[in-house]
């Protein structure tokens, strides 16, 4: 079943007339009406938009067949012709499918019709119709069959209703552009109601099922869609479906994997819709895969791996060597061209077909060219009527015969030097292999540029822009409508279904069963993170006398409220709880807030409830992301507001916390910016290959876009290769492997000649984890600057800090070790400062302080001090007196 076509009046002097260009597209069908004065502008129009979407085109008003031809060749899919000119177009088309029938004053019998498209494809066009019943009648005699398409215009604005009831009949409404409205003007047919017309839902909700694929055709997931949704998605160019549960879906609307909506159509009985659309960010599954039939394969697989090489190659990799060598890259596709060629038998010819797709998909991603525009290039040749003869360029037909004749062809340009050739790890096939070996890129500091090097230390970009334009109206939801916001986010973003936002002290024990096991763990973590943090008090105020008279003072205070973000959803972070809450209790916060995400049974992890509980936190909010970060920023009916927020979360909960500390109306302050997670160690000859590697993948099996560096002091190949090959054999053992070999996929091993270098090194970079597997590393330390927590020999894996030695492992990532420290006691307390004068005192300093008044033009501060001298003065002389 075919959605209406939408007819564009003059698009070409007046395009404010009709809907736009882009409208059209989403909804997959345009008539262009061509007389002989606009084919100019009709050939440019369906150049510019035939990729974008099915241009039909009514040509009875042309009497040249050159001019019908060469809108075949722009890229026209169907024309509408009259009967007069069926006979012409039929063996110039060669393909009737693409023809429509005018119906006329001449030719209207059925047995004419019958006659003129008798075992044929071709189409039937009743134009500008008057009479609705009688087309109606005919249609039904016509009957729903497999016959060829049925289209139907109207002589003056229809009713949806004669829409509706001319779709259902299997005919093809064709509706002028000019009674449509996006928007919804008044007398108008709403665009949206008229892409529903014909489609049928079988379901008691009335909702229907939506395939959504991408431009390509792979599907992405199945979703349901309204009225509501469909007005939505055409009015806003996106992806918006139906909920089931919780109303308008707005794809990517917290997640950052937003969909530009491409088209729509539905499928044969008009019972599925299909949503063509341009899928943003991780991808469209909600566990960060690409479809929710797993990742992409084959050449979707490798576009989305060029496009992310493009984004932020890593340093040193074979595909960054292509895109910033252009003459190399022409040479290894005429190089793969050649030898698929030569290539005999089905495994050499689908193996040299691989490379060569390879490199010719890399040329086109440098260009910003994806496979969707290839294949849409494709589909626009196909509907092409003129044809060259074909014969290969005379230098290319030369050296194919001297190929074939046993004889070396010339060169079209030289192989690359094999000085530079692609380790194993970089051949072009990696991008396919999921097999291929997980190995770090290895750069030699010594020889390497300060410039080069601070590109391969340099973080990803974060677009903070387009996750604030998300992050912003979920902050400001919540401050409007408080709880109610909450619950409806919560259902909306955790599937979890919530009476309440707030789960209360004192917490029921059934909510914090425990095995044994896991209770003695969470118990010496406490009591570990306890001693340390409390060991960080400053027991007596800072005193001291700056001058006769002049006694200053700093004392400590408590942050009174304090709101700890744990992140959760499908994991369980009892640890960040401990980090947060531990450090809160000891400084003597008097309200203690957690925030976590809900289970969809409503309930949070029983290791959270029982850390909530031993640190005295007076509530758990149930809520993630944003949400949490604006209830605990502003307060609702049920979240107490605080004046704190500290925890790590992904980019929306970073957003989020940056958000509410720059609003003056929220008085909130925060811990620190956030970003991936990070690991630097550093190894010599007498690191031990297994526990350096188990360092490295400990924190690249955080996420994709963890931060893995290793710095080699004096290691020849050897000494890599054996760290290289342990981290490949422990990798493949992990359950989150390909997490892994993400994270891996764009880390580096440095290698230095000396100690020293290695450490100014990692001054640079900053890390947040900083591992020292080296001889006499507790020396080492003394020259450690800049790092959020460091990790002293062999046995002090980083691991230890995350749980339980007592350290924190809340701790500043993307470089901020520069100039913040990790969380600590001094992060739950602020510093006071008090200064008590007595009148020598204030004699002591007073003149100084007018002078500096008076330079600053501050004559108020410098009366505050004159008047009580002058005071002072007067008491001595009337006691003397």
Known sequence: MSLPLIAAIDPFTSPSSGLSPSTLSHISQTLLTVTPDTLPQALEYISAHTTTQTISVNVTSLLSTDAIHSLLDAGATRLFATYEQLSTLQPLINDDSRLALLLDTAHTSKDTIVSAISDTSVGIYAHKVTDIDAVAAWLTEYGTGN????????????????????????????????????????????????????????????????????????????????????????????????????????????????????????????????????????????????????AYTGLSHLQKTLQARKESAPAGSYTARLFSDAQLLRAKILEEAEELCDAKTKDEIAFEAADLFYFALTRCVAAGVDLADVEKN???????????????????????????????????????????????????????????????????????????????????????????????????????????????????????????????????????????ETKAAIDLSFANIHTFHAAQAESEPLTISTMPGVRCSRFVRPIERVGLYVPGGTAVL?????????????????????????RPDGTVTPEIVYVAHKVGAECIVLAGGAQAVAAMAYGTESVPKVDKILGPGNQFVTAGKMYVSNDTSAGVSIDMP????????????????????SDLLSQAEHGVDSQVVLIAVGLDDAGLEAI?????????????????????????????????????????????????????????VEGVVNAGSVFVGMW????????????????????????????????????????????????????????????????????????RLEWADKQKENASS
Not at 392 to 412: Q, V
Not at 821 to 847: A, D, P, Q, Y
Request: charged share 25%; aromatic share 4%.
């Open 574 to 598: 009892p640890s960040t709880a401990l980090m947060l809450g531990v450090p809160a209790m000891v400084a003597g916060c008097s309200r203690i807030v957690l925030a976590t995400p809900a």
């Open 147 to 294: 016959h060829p398409p049925v289209y139907v215009s109207f002589a003056a604005q229809p009713a949806l209703a004669d829409v509706v009831r001319i779709a259902k009949l299997a005919a093809v409404p064709i509706l002028d552009s000019a009674w449509m409205t996006v928007d919804g003007g008044e007398g108008l047919l709403g665009v949206a109601e008229v892409v529903m017309a014909g489609v049928v839902s079988d379901r008691e909700d009335g909702l229907v099922t939506t395939l959504v694929v991408d431009e390509r055709g792979v599907a992405l997931g199945l979703v349901y869609s309204s009225l509501e949704s469909v007005r939505e998605s055409i009015r806003t160019g996106s992806g918006v479906y139906q909920s089931r549960k919780r109303g308008l879906w707005y794809k990517g609307a917290t997640s950052g994997a937003t969909q530009e909506l491409v088209r729509i159509d539905a499928d044969c009985d008009a019972d599925c819709l299909r949503f063509v659309v341009r899928q943003k960010g991780s991808g469209f599954c909600h566990l960060e895969t690409a479809t929710c039939f797993g």
């Open 378 to 516: 494709l589909d626009k040749k196909a509907l092409k009527v003129s044809r060259r003869k074909g014969d290969a360029k005379p230098k290319f037909l030369a050296a194919g015969e001297k190929a074939e004749n046993g004889k070396s062809a010339p060169a079209e340009a030289p192989k690359p030097a094999p000085a530079e050739a692609p380790k194993p790890a970089e051949t072009p096939a990696e991008p396919l292999d999921p097999n291929r070996p997980i190995k770090m890129k290895r750069i030699d500091a010594q020889s390497t540029t300060p410039e080069e090097l601070e590109t391969v230390l340099r973080r990803p970009a974060q677009k903070t822009n387009t996750i604030m334009s998300i992050v912003t109206p979920i902050i400001d939801s919540v401050r409007t409508n408080g709880d109610s916001a909450l619950i409806s986010l919560a259902q909306k973003f955790d599937r979890a279904t919530l009476t309440s936002p707030v789960l209360r002290a004192p917490f029921p024990d059934h909510l914090m069963a425990l095995s044994p």
């Open 796 to 867: 002090t894996p980083e691991s230890v800090g995350d749980y339980s030695a007592g350290v924190n492992h809340s701790l500043p990532t993307y470089g901020y070790a520069r100039q913040y420290s990790g969380v600590n006691l001094s992060t739950f307390v602020k510093h006071i400062t008090s200064s008590e004068l007595t009148e020598e005192g204030l004699r002591n300093v007073g003149g100084a302080v007018m002078q500096l008044a008076k330079v600053e033009e501050l004559e108020a501060h410098r009366r505050a001090v004159e008047i």
């Open 724 to 780: 290289e090959e342990e981290v490949h054999k422990q990798a493949v053992a992990l359950p989150r492997v390909e997490i892994v070999r993400g994270a891996i996929e764009h880390s580096v091993t440095l290698r230095t000649a000396t100690i020293e270098e290695a450490v100014a090194l990692s001054n640079t970079y900053a890390p947040e984890h900083l591992i020292l597997q080296v001889e006499n590393a507790a020396k080492v």
């Open 674 to 693: 956030a970003g991936p997670s990070e690991v630097l160690v550093i190894a010599d000859r007498s690191a031990n290959p297994a526990f350096v590697a």
